[in-house]
């Protein structure tokens, strides 16, 4: 099925292990993010990127890298887990700019990060 | 202050009752999202709006840009409906750069 999948959906981590949560979207789209959802802060945008090569940072991204080495994927590490990282990870896609207009954003089914 | 506001935080409503949430945000924008989140499930989004408004089935959006608010209606409610609603931001000169409110939790009784 076209869309965004994330994987894992669950995952317990000790703090100071690294692991990588993987985003893969099938519909061509240029833009691609990552967000966090936590209880009363709403989501936040950690990293995103508008094409393969290029990523910036978003509004929280300490503690995190991304890399986009091709269009499909754009994977999310994290180097050394902190318990202050537990949350729901949501990736998302779309088409990219102004041109975009008019096309909405595709999320994955998210994951749950418990950091111990 | 949050750039994207939200209100009411908390609804609960009857079965068949006409729904407004209800969005306003402080920055330039380039377009404004309604999406819905069940409990425990993904996001998907319901309508994009820049200007004027959006029907889809039962749900309908608005945008005021000169007033920089949006409002979400559902009609006829049904239990179906009970969802945590969010609005957010394409930030204007950003391309892509959402900016979320906190959200709507919407408990439709039967």
């Known amino acids: 099925n076209a869309g965004v999948t994330q994987t894992p959906k669950f995952q317990v981590l000790k703090t100071g292990q690294s692991m990588t949560l993987q985003c893969a979207q099938d519909m061509n789209h240029e833009y691609m993010s990552w967000y966090r959802q936590d209880p009363g802060m709403g989501l936040r945008l950690i990293h995103y990127s508008v094409g393969a090569g290029i990523t910036d940072q978003g509004e929280v991204p300490n503690g995190y890298n991304v890399s986009r080495s091709t269009t499909e994927d754009f994977p999310l590490r994290l180097l050394s887990a902190a318990p202050s990282q537990t949350s729901v990870y949501f990736c998302a896609s779309s088409y990219s700019g102004q041109g975009a207009l008019g096309y909405g954003y595709t999320f994955g089914s998210g994951t749950r990060l418990t950091v111990v | 202050k949050n750039e994207v506001e939200q209100s009411p935080q908390n609804l609960t409503a009857q079965e068949g009752e006409f729904i407004t949430i209800n969005c306003s945000y402080s920055v330039g924008i380039s377009a404004l999202h309604w999406l819905q989140q069940h409990p425990g499930g993904g996001i998907v989004s319901l309508f994009m709006?820049?200007?004027g408004k959006k029907k889809h089935g039962r749900l309908i959006a608005t945008i005021n840009i000169q007033e920089k608010h949006s409002s979400l209606h559902i009609t006829a409610s049904h239990p179906r409906d009970s969802a945590v609603y969010i609005c957010?931001?394409?930030?204007?000169?950003?391309?892509?750069?959402?900016?979320f409110g906190a959200g709507t939790i919407l408990r439709v009784k039967s």
């Open positions: 957010a931001v394409d930030l204007q000169g950003h391309g892509n750069k959402l900016v």
């Open positions: 709006l820049s200007s």
